[in-house]
């Protein structure tokens, strides 16, 4: 009986969070040990049907840098990071529109449609999702910044309970030219302001930002998280994430948050549960 009286009672504490999310746009980051593991693959997949069967819209931009990196080395082409993002020479862009746009972007949308839901794969490069121009002035290649989102693309497809699994490659800004690298966490920024998203949520392989002793932050404004960047507490590939989350905010999405995505069901913890797993990002 106290097992029932449990069950009940996290299905009634839910209830309060499908009240609240309900019709509205959440836009995940997918990416880390939840695009490879395949049992967390298929906890990912489940959440994603759970969410679209209580009215809220899910739209997943991907990354794939491991199986890009796996790729580049075995054809000995050269790429490097700075600050957490990739240096695209021309020869690692078509590898990486290849990567992402063909191999990774229809392997989760054949996966989420396997499980029940109607999902559509395509690249900023459709429709002219995504209009970008070299980052920091060609520093980094053919790494791009996004300039231009067209939210109304998402929105029609959502609008035909479709959900969009979007791979980050952008327009060039001339004919012919053969677009851009973007960053994951960039893009989904981009698409989570563009549609006025309710939510957006990061999935990476640790527990949130975390501190100098390794415990982590619940909870962050953008002025202390911008002093925890220039403290250096915040630092490497985790600084395009928190610039994505505070975009976000900043650009009109109520919360962004960073989740561990190597735990199971991670999305429906931090949405639909009270406690939450991972550090979540506010306006001050």
Known sequence: MNNHKKVVSILLGALTYIKLFRGSKIVIKYGGAAQINPELKEQFALDIVMLYMLGIKPVIVHGGGKRINELLDLLNITSEFVNGIRKTS????????????????????????????????????????????????????????????????????????????????????????????????????????????KRAIFLTDTSGVLNKDGKIYESLNASTTMKLVENGTISGGMIPKVESCLACVKGGVEKAHIIDGRIPHSILLELLTSGGIGTEFMLD
């Not at 063909?102 to 499980?115: D, M, R, S």
């Not at 910044?145 to 609008?159: A, C, F, N, Q, R």
């Open 90 to 197: 021309i020869d690692a862009l078509k590898i990486v529109e290849m990567v992402l746009s063909g191999e990774i972007n229809k392997e989760i949308t054949a996966f989420l449609n396997f499980h029940g839901v109607n999902a559509i794969g395509i690249s900023g490069k459709d429709s002219s999702l995504f209009s970008a121009v070299p980052k920091d002035n060609g520093k980094y290649g053919y790494t791009g910044e996004i300039v231009e989102t067209k939210g109304e693309v998402i929105d029609k497809l959502l609008s035909e309970d479709l959900i969009p699994v979007i791979a980050p490659i952008a327009c060039g800004n001339e004919s012919g030219h053969p677009g851009f690298n973007i960053n994951a966490d960039s893009a989904a920024s981009a698409i989570a302001v563009a549609i006025k998203a």
